[in-house]
């Protein structure tokens, strides 16, 4: 609940800035990717509205911090997967040996019934 309430009161005033960023920037811009062309202003009213630019700036830069950083922990993950595998294992090996102790409690208790010991 808290978590809801926290995210509300962060993406809701988030929302009215973004928005009033892009209303506030709605001028189209020329965009030229070619640094060697000569391209002058925007003569015949084409162009992108100012905000689209920076928004995919943005986009694209969020999405290349989350590769950097996906790359980054992959030497975690790897190791996290080691020992998930190794803990499997050794489970596997605990049940096994837990069988196989059980078996020969049934046996040793069998050998005293059989002599009565007990």
């Known amino acids: 609940m808290v978590k809801k309430i926290a995210g509300w009161l962060v993406l809701v005033p988030l929302s009215v800035v973004l928005i009033a960023f892009a209303l506030a920037n709605r001028q189209l ?3 030229n990717l070619n640094p060697l062309s ?12 100012m905000f689209l630019v920076l928004y995919a ?17 992959g030497v975690h993950r790897q190791r996290e997967r080691h020992w998930r595998r190794e803990a499997q294992q ?8 837990r069988r196989s102790q059980r078996e020969h409690r049934v046996e040793d208790s ?5 002599l009565d010991v007990r």
């Open 29 to 31: 811009i020329a965009l």
């Open 90 to 97: 050794l489970g596997r090996e605990l049940d096994k040996l």
């Open 57 to 73: 700036m943005l986009l694209i830069g969020i999405l290349l911090g989350g590769a950097a950083t996906w790359f980054a922990q």
């Open 38 to 49: 000569s391209a002058g202003p925007l003569d015949d009213g084409r162009g992108v509205p």
């Open 110 to 114: 069998e050998i005293d019934d059989l």
